[in-house]
């Protein structure tokens, strides 16, 4: 398992190769990274806007018709506006696509806020690309089940806000908001 980390979660606006095919998982962007392909996050949840996931062959239908295939160096960037900004959308999509068995794939560090400050263009619309196969080979070591939750064998950590952790959360967790993690 050491090799799909090889180089790393993260990679710089300059760290991009023509060869990554790049992935913003934003709702409703503004505009676009060149050469970037729009999914919304919200695509992959089930059609009540619930956080439970689509059926994992609906997902990779999606991503196949998007041009997406697993086998692609992916980089995923994109924010969750309702949610106040921020990676959250990125990493989202980013670890749904590490359980779908999706290797080569990294988090566009700092979004297009930092694609723009390095002096990198924008565009107004995303691109389509021929339609693929992504055939997912699930890695089940990073699904949690509602039964290994509650087992407590792990800790589980809450990062959404503490308002939203002191409205409710899993018995047991422990509260660090994603934001204070962000640099």
Known sequence: SGSQYARGMLV??????KEDVI???SDNPASFIPGAIHISYREFVDN????????I??????????GISC?????VYGECQPCGGGPSTATYVYWLLRYMG??????????????????????????????????????????ASYDYV????????????KEEFEYGSIPGAINIPYDEVLD
């Open 150 to 161: 509650m087992s407590g064998k792990a800790q589980i950590v809450d990062a959404r806000s």
């Open 48 to 55: 009540n806007n619930t956080a439970s996931l689509k059926n």
């Open 102 to 143: 999706h290797e080569d794939i990294r988090v566009l560090n700092g979004g297009i806020d930092a694609w723009v400050e390095a002096g990198l263009p924008e565009q107004n619309t995303s691109i389509t690309r021929p339609k693929s196969t992504y055939s997912p080979v699930l890695d089940e070591e990073l699904y």
């Open 57 to 66: 062959s609906d997902i990779a239908g999606i991503l196949g018709d998007a």
């Open 12 to 17: 710089s606006p300059q760290g991009i190769s």
């Open 71 to 75: 086998s692609d160096p992916l980089v």
């Open 23 to 25: 992935l913003d998982g």
